[in-house]
């Protein structure tokens, strides 16, 4: 079965940087378009960062400029690297696939990990 294992998150003070990683098996992962979510405590899950199977990246404003996502097909991986870091991007950070790539909305995803927290302190 498909499985989407995230790592990497953690505590961080504000203007520091965190990389996450998801893993991915049960897929045929080049075929898929990737992406990260965070939800937050009494929040709506959110869009993040997207990837497309060809390469191209999607980014929510809120981290243009600080948050870049990459993947690495040889490795089954999707990263998210984050940089000056605030605490409003404390959340919990979910991996996600979507075979098709026509909406980065939660509900389009087909496959999602468990999630890993990430907390910013002040």
């Known amino acids: 079965q498909v499985q989407l294992v995230e790592s990497g998150g953690g505590l961080v003070q504000a203007g520091g940087s965190l990389r996450l990683s998801c893993a991915a098996s049960g897929l045929t992962f080049s075929s898929y378009s990737m992406g990260w979510f965070r939800q937050a405590p009494g929040k709506e899950r959110e869009f993040v960062a997207g990837?497309?199977?060809?390469?191209?990246?999607y980014y929510a404003d809120s981290v243009k400029g600080r948050f870049t996502i990459s993947r690495d097909n040889t490795k089954n991986t999707v990263y998210l690297q984050m940089n000056n870091l605030k605490p409003e991007d404390t959340a919990v950070y979910y991996c996600?696939?979507?075979?098709?790539?026509?909406?980065?909305?939660?509900?389009?995803?087909?496959?999602w990990g468990k999630g890993t927290l990430v907390t910013v302190s002040s």
């Open positions: 996600a696939a979507d075979r098709n790539g026509h909406r980065w909305v939660p509900n389009a995803m087909d496959y």
């Open positions: 990837i497309w199977s060809g390469g191209a990246t």
